[in-house]
């Protein structure tokens, strides 16, 4: 029961596809591969945060930042399924081009491979908010070694494939509002959260590290 629950995202992603064939006639690869790869990475989050059990000893979240955190999961989850199951949102409907198609299908396919790697590698040093967690270890190799902030890579490269995807411009764009407006007021505070438990080590991986997107040269 707790696995549905965990799943139940996915599974109202999964249910909206008869939905949105009921109400349109058809829908578009387009429509499905937004709906297949949404599936695809909340069943990766649900997979890799499993069973977690690492203690918090700091927690580090403000009303700032519960607000952004909520306004996410309105732009990336429940705009998008209202759009998918009613025609609250209908007037927003528009057809991508093919390239934005393939565009969006590139995005969101690399986004949920970036969103799985860093949740493989950061393990059980994962929250959704700010946090330090019992004996926790910096992570600096794998993706971690390529960028500082992988997940966040994921995110954005999702929310583009959001945004390209999802045949409606106003729940399409509403993730990457939301989702840039979490990363602005958060990167620093979190930068700043490594730096006081770690303090020279990260100064160190941060230095040799780009923060989003990885440096084409090979490093020695
Ligand atoms: N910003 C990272 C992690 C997101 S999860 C990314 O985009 O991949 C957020 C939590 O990860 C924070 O509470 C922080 O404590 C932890 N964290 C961030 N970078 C880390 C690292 N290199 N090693 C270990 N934990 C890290």
Same mark, same amino acid.
């Not at 578009?28 to 499993?50: K, M, S």
């Not at 330090?132 to 993706?143: A, E, K, P």
């Not at 990457?176 to 979190?190: D, H, K, Q, S």
């Given at each position: 029961?707790?696995?549905?629950?965990?799943?139940?995202?996915?599974?109202?992603?999964?249910?909206?596809?008869?939905?949105?064939?009921?109400?349109?006639?058809?829908?578009?690869?387009?429509?499905?591969?937004?709906?297949?790869?949404?599936?695809?990475?909340?069943?990766?989050?649900?997979?890799?945060?499993?069973?977690?059990?690492?203690?918090?000893?700091?927690?580090? $979240?403000?009303?700032?930042?519960?607000?952004?955190? *909520?306004?996410?999961? #309105? +732009?990336?989850? &429940? %705009?998008?399924?209202?759009? =998918?199951?009613?025609?609250?949102?209908?007037?927003?409907?528009?057809?991508?081009?093919?390239?934005?198609?393939?565009?969006?299908?590139?995005?969101?396919?690399?986004?949920?491979?970036?969103?799985?790697?860093?949740?493989?590698?950061?393990?059980?040093?994962?929250?959704?908010?700010?946090?330090?967690?019992?004996?926790?270890?910096?992570?600096?190799?794998?993706?971690?070694?390529? $960028?500082?902030?992988?997940?966040?890579?994921?995110? *954005?490269?999702?929310? #583009? +494939?959001?945004? &390209? %995807?999802?045949?409606?411009? =106003?729940?399409?764009?509403?993730?990457?509002?939301?989702?840039?407006?979490?990363?602005?007021?958060?990167?620093?505070?979190?930068?700043?959260?490594?730096?006081?438990?770690?303090?020279?080590?990260?100064?160190?991986?941060?230095?040799?590290?780009?923060?989003?997107?990885?440096?084409?040269?090979?490093?020695?």
């Amino acid at each position: 029961m707790t696995m549905v629950k965990r799943l139940s995202g996915a599974i109202l992603f999964l249910l909206a596809v008869p939905v949105f064939v009921w109400r349109h006639g058809e829908i578009t690869y387009a429509t499905l591969c937004y709906v297949a790869f949404t599936i695809g990475w909340l069943v990766i989050r649900e997979r890799l945060t499993r069973g977690q059990t690492l203690k918090t000893v700091t927690a580090n $979240v403000d009303g700032l930042e519960k607000a952004t955190l *909520f306004a996410t999961a #309105i +732009g990336m989850m &429940l %705009l998008p399924v209202i759009a =998918l199951y009613t025609p609250l949102l209908d007037f927003a409907l528009y057809t991508p081009t093919m390239a934005a198609f393939i565009a969006g299908t590139v995005a969101m396919a690399l986004g949920a491979y970036v969103f799985y790697r860093a949740h493989a590698d950061l393990g059980a040093y994962w929250s959704p908010t700010l946090e330090i967690r019992d004996g926790h270890q910096l992570i600096t190799s794998g993706i971690y070694g390529r $960028v500082r902030h992988p997940m966040y890579t994921a995110i *954005f490269l999702i929310c #583009i +494939g959001q945004a &390209l %995807l999802l045949e409606n411009w =106003l729940a399409g764009i509403a993730g990457m509002i939301a989702f840039t407006a979490l990363y602005v007021l958060r990167v620093g505070r979190e930068e700043k959260l490594m730096i006081e438990q770690f303090g020279e080590t990260y100064q160190a991986y941060a230095a040799r590290t780009p923060l989003l997107i990885p440096s084409l040269r090979t490093r020695s």
